[in-house]
C-alpha cells in the first residue's frame, strides 16, 4: 500500500515545495457540498501541496507580471495534480485532482461570488501547511502568503500531519484591512463582490490583469514568518 512519505516526495519532486496530508474526517466544518466527500464519496485522506509564488512580482510598476506568473503557478499546481493522480490512478488508487482554481461550479450571479469545488485554503490548514490570515489568505511558517496551493483526493488513509500550532497574524494587526481600496476585508471573510471590483481588470487587447493585491503585499509575513522573525531579508519586496 502507497505511503504518504511516498506520495510526498513524488510530490515535491514534481516541483512543490511543501506536501501535507489531512484526514477527510477534519473536514467537519466544510460547507454543504464542498466537503471532500461530496466531491468523491471515498475520499479518506486529502493531499494538499504548495509552490511558493517568486517575491520578485512583487516590485514590478504594474500587476501584468504578477499575473502571469499567478497563471503559471496555477499550470503548475494543476500539471502537478495531473501527473501525480494519474500515475497514482496506475497504481490502481483511484485518485481525483482538485482545480488550482477554475473550473469550479458554484457561482452566485448576484453577490459576484464564486467558490472552489474544495477551499484549498482550508483543506492546507487542515494538512498543517499553514494557518488563516486576516486577509482571507493561507500562511505559511517558510513562504508566508506568496504560495500557490494544489490538492489530491484518494481513498485511503494516509499518515496525516499534525495541524500548525503557530500564530499566523501579529497580535493587533489590521494592515491588510486597513489598506484594502475596497474595504472588503472583515478580518474573517471576503468580501469577494467588492474585491473582483477592483481586483480585476480587463481590455480587448491586452487580456485580464489581476489588478490589486495589496492585502498579499502589505502583510509583514508575506516572506514567510521565519524569515520575519530572523530579520533577514535577501529579497526586497
Ligand atoms: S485584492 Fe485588493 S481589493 Fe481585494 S481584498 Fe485584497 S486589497 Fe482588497
Ligand atoms: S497584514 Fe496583519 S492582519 Fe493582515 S494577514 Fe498580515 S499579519 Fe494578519
Known amino acids: 500500500m502507497v505511503s504518504s512519505g511516498t506520495i510526498k516526495k513524488r510530490i515535491i519532486q514534481y516541483g512543490a515545495d511543501i506536501c501535507g496530508v489531512a484526514p477527510a474526517a477534519r473536514f467537519v466544518y466544510a460547507p454543504k457540498g464542498f466537503h471532500p466527500c461530496d466531491i468523491y464519496p471515498n475520499c479518506k485522506s486529502v493531499i494538499v501541496f504548495a509552490s511558493h509564488f517568486p517575491l520578485s512580482t512583487l516590485q514590478a510598476k504594474t500587476n501584468a507580471p504578477y499575473t502571469l506568473v499567478r497563471n503559471k503557478m496555477v499550470d503548475k499546481?494543476?500539471?502537478i495534480s495531473f501527473c501525480v493522480s494519474g500515475e497514482l490512478e496506475t497504481e490502481?488508487?483511484?485518485s481525483v485532482p482538485v482545480?488550482?482554481?477554475e473550473p469550479y461550479d458554484y457561482w452566485d450571479t448576484g453577490?459576484?461570488?464564486g467558490r472552489g469545488i474544495l477551499s484549498l485554503k482550508h483543506a492546507g490548514v487542515l494538512a498543517g501547511l499553514g494557518v488563516l490570515?486576516?486577509?482571507t489568505l493561507l500562511i505559511n511558517e517558510r513562504f508566508g502568503n506568496m504560495i500557490w496551493l494544489g490538492a489530491i483526493l484518494v481513498p485511503v488513509d494516509l499518515e496525516p500531519d499534525p495541524i500548525a500550532s503557530y500564530e499566523g497574524c501579529i497580535s493587533g494587526c489590521t494592515l491588510c484591512m486597513d489598506s484594502c481600496p475596497?474595504?472588503?476585508l472583515d478580518g474573517t471573510t471576503i468580501d469577494q463582490k467588492l474585491c473582483r471590483e477592483r481586483s480585476i481588470s480587463y481590455n480587448h487587447g491586452g487580456?485580464?490583469?489581476?489588478s490589486c493585491n495589496v492585502c498579499r503585499k502589505v502583510c509583514p509575513y508575506h516572506k514567510g514568518l521565519l524569515k520575519k522573525r530572523r530579520k533577514k531579508t535577501s529579497v526586497k519586496a
Not at 487580456?207 to 489581476?210: A, M
Request: charged share 15%; no cysteine; hydrophobic share 35%.
Open 77 to 79: 499546481l494543476d500539471g
Open 92 to 94: 490502481n488508487i483511484v
Open 99 to 101: 482545480p488550482s482554481a
Open 111 to 113: 453577490r459576484n461570488h
Open 133 to 135: 490570515g486576516k486577509n
Open 182 to 184: 475596497q474595504h472588503a
Open 207 to 210: 487580456g485580464w490583469v489581476l
